[in-house]
């Protein structure tokens, strides 16, 4: 009989992040073997339909958590949370690990003291800083203050290639790294792959699904669809008006279909010919072993970091350099025309849910 824990996830809000997800799905997978997971949000955000009931603890119901985690407020919003966390424990007892998740959460958490606390690095560090750092100096700052939460902290880093990063001790002084990948629920993936959406194209198209930010290089997916012939390109995406916007500079928007956030996206990638990822920049997409999962093909930047350790086999050749939308555009075209095999035993081995909860687990002493 396995002994009951007590998770509790801190994490900025439920948003249709792929932070978010991976909890989520975390919680999912460990609430399925018998556990207890609560929610901590700083603020009220929830764009996700969880697949099962978890507690969930919204900190501030009208402050947005960028303001709840500045500078003039983080001292009273780190007692407020420790109240908030302190009250639920008399209801349900007391935490046996905590999880923080992205940096302003983090960055409160760090001052909380709770008990086998471990903060997870979703993100390659040196590209967020590098890309704060065109911003300017406050932006920078600010960034570089929020990673210095992480320094002398255990942290879960979800790609060997973050786990590294972090070890180099080049942008903080870490307690200790373990890498963990992200859960992936395969059984969840497979059922929801055949749920019916009128919405999606009958006729051939690419995929790509990722928040308009600068870290996925729509410009550069644009650049590389101009020069693909006679195939539209469907973008999962909250703000579909900016991805039309930076569409019509490259001349493609007419061939791009925004159907908005899909709570469910399966159907649509294993409806795709190719799910196409332009980052600059992961910590390990979980888009593209959903992809995969879903048998669908991939063509990726091989940026730092993830997409080395997902495209392994044929699909390893499928991965090109940043910023050359030519090199994009010539191995979709390659891949449109001989796909590679995709080794699912992999994904299953190396990404499955269960895989994951075991590990999270093991963190309990």
């Not at 010539?330 to 025309?337: E, G, P, V």
Request: charged share 25%; glycine share 4%; aromatic share 8%.
């Amino acid at each position: 009989m396995i002994s009951k824990k007590n998770i509790a996830i801190f994490i900025d809000s439920l948003g249709g992040g792929g932070a978010e997800k991976v909890m989520l799905t975390l919680a999912s997978g460990l609430k399925s073997a018998g556990h207890q997971v609560h929610f901590f949000l700083l603020e009220s955000r929830i764009e996700y339909t969880p697949s099962q009931d978890f507690a969930v603890h919204i900190l501030y119901k009208n402050v947005k958590h960028r303001k709840s985690a500045n500078i003039f407020n983080i001292r009273q919003t780190v007692a407020d949370m420790q109240t908030l966390v302190q009250d639920v424990t008399k209801e349900h007892g007391e935490f046996d690990l905590h999880l923080a998740n992205l940096d302003p959460t983090c960055k409160v958490l760090s001052r909380c003291h709770f008990n086998n606390t471990f903060y997870i690095l979703h993100n390659a560090m040196a590209q967020e800083l590098k890309r704060e750092a065109r911003l300017g100096p406050i932006k920078y700052l600010r960034k570089k203050r929020e990673k210095s939460s992480y320094n002398n902290k255990n942290l879960i880093a979800v790609s060997d290639g973050v786990k590294n990063e972090a070890l180099s001790e080049k942008y903080i002084k870490p307690k200790s790294v373990i890498r963990i990948y992200n859960p992936t629920d395969i059984s969840e993936i497979t059922q929801l792959i055949s749920e019916s959406n009128n919405d999606i194209p009958k006729e051939p198209y690419l995929i790509h699904a990722g928040r308009v930010v600068k870290q996925k290089r729509h410009d550069i997916l644009f650049q590389a669809l101009a020069l693909v012939p006679d195939i539209k390109l469907v973008l999962l995406c909250k703000y579909d008006k900016k991805a039309r916007k930076i569409a019509a500079k490259y001349g493609v928007e007419n061939r791009i279909i925004t159907p908005g956030f899909q709570e469910n996206p399966y159907n649509w990638l294993a409806g795709a010919k190719l799910l196409v990822s332009s980052s600059d920049y992961e910590g390990l997409p979980t888009t593209l072993i959903e992809s995969l999962t879903c048998q669908t093909p991939v063509v990726s930047t091989n940026c730092d970091y993830g997409p080395s350790e997902i495209l392994t086999g044929e699909q390893g050749e499928f991965l090109v350099p940043l910023n050359d939308p030519k090199a994009l555009a010539s191995k979709i075209i390659q891949a449109l025309k001989s796909p590679p095999k995709i080794d699912l035993e992999h994904i299953h081995r190396q990404f499955s849910i269960d895989s994951a909860v075991k590990a999270y687990l093991d963190l309990i002493k």
